[in-house]
């Protein structure tokens, strides 16, 4: 089968809706795999929706075909993707040839990626881990809690 990819799945419109319905059956009736992501379960998509109930049979399809993860966290790691979280560590060297300070600003990026390791892993104990993508194998040196 084929893979088909939704990123923050989301329905709004019920024109979208019916137009879902039919897409995703057809997609599943050719052997089609489904990964999404979304910010509401598959129950509260299209909630409160004008004529919701032609959206009902897709719901349930989604349910019937998929499997449905729900992923959560105390963390919004959306809010962590910009410069002013502090998830971008940035070295700043002042001179050019100064080891010792080049030195001291990785030191100090290592203790911020540290701490963020430690907040987004909830102090699981990290482990070294084994991942396999598109052939390839990747050591992490540092794993834990889906971190």
């Given at each position: 089968?084929?893979?088909?990819?939704?990123?923050?799945?989301?329905?709004?419109?019920?024109?979208?809706?019916v137009?879902?319905?039919?897409?995703?059956?057809?997609m599943?009736?050719?052997?089609?795999?489904?990964?999404?992501?979304s910010?509401?379960?598959?129950?509260?998509?299209?909630?409160?929706?004008?004529?919701?109930?032609?959206?009902?049979?897709?719901?349930?399809?989604?349910?019937?075909?998929?499997?449905?993860?729900?992923?959560?966290?105390?963390?919004?790691?959306?809010?962590l993707?910009?410069?002013?979280?502090?998830?971008?560590?940035i070295?700043?060297q002042?001179?050019?040839?100064?080891?010792?300070?080049?030195?001291?600003?990785?030191?100090?990026?290592?203790?911020?990626?540290?701490?963020?390791?430690?907040v987004?892993?909830?102090s699981?104990?990290?482990?070294?881990?084994?991942?396999?993508?598109?052939?390839?194998?990747?050591?992490?040196?540092?794993?834990?809690?889906?971190?």
């Open positions: 089968g084929e893979l088909f990819c939704f990123d923050e799945f989301v329905v709004t419109d019920v024109g979208d809706a137009i879902l319905r039919s897409l995703l059956g057809r599943w009736d050719r052997g089609l795999v489904l990964v999404s992501t910010n509401r379960p598959p129950d509260d998509l299209y909630k409160n929706g004008i004529q919701r109930d032609l959206f009902i049979p897709c719901i349930q399809m989604i349910h019937q075909k998929c499997v449905v993860h729900r992923v959560s966290s105390e963390v919004d790691l959306r809010l993707t910009s410069a002013q979280s502090g998830t971008y560590f070295l700043k002042q001179s050019n040839n100064n080891i010792d300070e080049l030195e001291t600003l990785f030191m100090e990026a290592n203790k911020k990626l540290d701490a963020l390791f430690k987004l892993s909830k699981d104990k990290p482990q070294k881990m084994r991942l396999i993508t598109q052939g390839r194998e990747i050591i992490v040196n540092k794993a834990a809690h889906g971190v």
